[in-house]
């Protein structure tokens, strides 16, 4: 199986720069998908950005300030976030759709959760 841990969450000032980490553990896979969604309070989950072998796409609330990438160690995914405002307030879940290398399963893996929070 495949486990996820992020890191990076906290507390920063509106304008500032957060860095999300997720990085993915367990059996060999390889990856569809490698996505960052998040849940503002009292609201629902919704998807932030994806990165694909074709490319990346991101939510309209966060084009031009936020980065989806894979890092060097490859099964690691980073959302660089930048400019932020009070309203990227969320926790914030990495999730990876992968095929297992040894049985060709396909699962749906999600970290548990990092919260940023933007205040002054």
């Known amino acids: 199986q495949v486990q996820l841990v992020e890191s990076g969450g906290g507390l920063v000032q509106p304008g500032g720069s957060l860095r999300l980490s997720c990085a993915a553990s367990?059996?060999?896979?390889?990856?569809?998908?490698m996505a960052w969604y998040r849940q503002p309070p009292g609201k629902q989950r919704e998807l932030v950005a994806s990165?694909?072998?074709?490319?990346?796409n991101y939510a309209d609330t966060v084009k031009g300030r936020f980065t989806i990438s894979r890092a060097n160690a490859k099964n690691t995914v980073v959302l660089q976030m930048n400019s932020l405002k009070p309203e990227d307030t969320a926790v914030y879940y990495c999730?990876?759709?992968?095929?297992?290398?040894?049985?060709?399963?396909?699962?749906?893996?999600w970290g548990q959760g990092t919260l940023v929070t933007v205040s002054s």
């Open positions: 999730n990876f759709q992968v095929t297992l290398s040894a049985t060709t399963e396909d699962l749906d893996v």
């Open positions: 990165l694909t072998r074709r490319g990346s």
């Open positions: 367990g059996s060999n896979f390889a990856f569809n998908t």
